[in-house]
């Protein structure tokens, strides 16, 4: 039996799910559950920053950067996706196939970085979180999206229960803040992204960890302590 490559199965399992990725991104960027993240990049990082998209898929959130003012590249593990974004791209976005935990850019290199939904797929989500501080400039931003405890995804890594090995890497939105603040990287703001049922009144008095403990994705947004 050939041995576990993690890179080798995330790759092939994100191949495979290009086309059905490429379906639904349109909508997940201006309906769903991605919608309020351009905006939200609007609030904290200057129009004609240098944004990093990591994990971009068919690079529908790069575009979208792109036509909010920024300066992006985007990058994903997987050719297909990475074919997709260049068939669609807007012509100045460079996008190029590459692993997070192993970012091919110069340290400091970009003003802030995007990565929504990434950290979970990685094999070492430490590795990939210090990769996106290393290419920040100081007091860069990161804007990260991490699924909550009511997210359908988090379904792909219970194999792991039996023993088996899978791509998918989860953690709840407190640990990864917790991460993030062990690596210099400090918390400023961020939104709950939640499912239908639950209210702006059940939530609106709770601490911050119990809003994150309901939701399908917790969006961050982090600072990178200044040299």
Same mark, same amino acid.
């Not at 690079?59 to 920024?70: A, C, H, M, P």
């Not at 970009?110 to 094999?123: G, Q, R, S, Y």
């Not at 991490?146 to 997210?151: D, N, R, S, V």
């Given at each position: ?101 192993? $970012?091919? =850019?110069? #340290? &400091? ?6 990565a929504i939904n990434v950290l979970?797929?990685?094999?070492? /989500? +430490? ?23 009511t997210a359908a995804p988090r ?29 210099? $990287?400090? =918390?400023? #703001? &961020? ?15 709770? /601490? +911050? ?19």
């Amino acid at each position: 039996m050939d041995e576990f490559s993690w890179k080798r199965e995330a790759e092939t399992a994100w191949n495979d799910r290009a086309s059905f990725w490429r379906s639904r991104s349109r909508d997940m960027w201006e309906n769903g559950s991605r919608k309020d993240i351009v905006p939200f990049v609007e609030k904290h990082v200057p129009k004609g920053s240098k944004v990093l998209d990591i994990g971009c898929g068919d690079g529908y959130g790069s575009q979208k950067l792109y036509r909010s003012g920024y300066t992006v590249s985007g990058i994903d593990l997987s050719g297909e996706m990475i074919a997709a974004a260049d068939r669609a791209g807007e012509g100045s976005i460079s996008f190029r196939e590459g692993d997070a935990s192993n $970012l091919p =850019y110069e #340290d &400091g290199s970009h003003d802030a970085v995007m990565a929504i939904n990434v950290l979970e797929w990685t094999e070492s /989500p +430490l590795a990939a979180l210090r990769e996106m501080k290393r290419v920040l400039r100081d007091d860069g931003m990161v804007c990260a999206g991490i699924l909550g405890p009511t997210a359908a995804p988090r379904t792909n890594s219970y194999p792991r229960l039996l023993g088996e090995k899978v791509i998918c890497n989860t953690m709840m939105p407190w640990e990864f803040q917790q991460l993030a603040a062990e690596e210099g $990287l400090e =918390y400023m #703001d &961020g939104f709950g992204v939640f499912k239908q049922g639950v209210m702006d009144q059940h939530i609106r008095s709770l /601490p +911050l960890e119990l809003k994150q403990s309901l939701t399908f994705m917790w969006v961050f947004m982090l600072q990178k302590a200044g040299g």
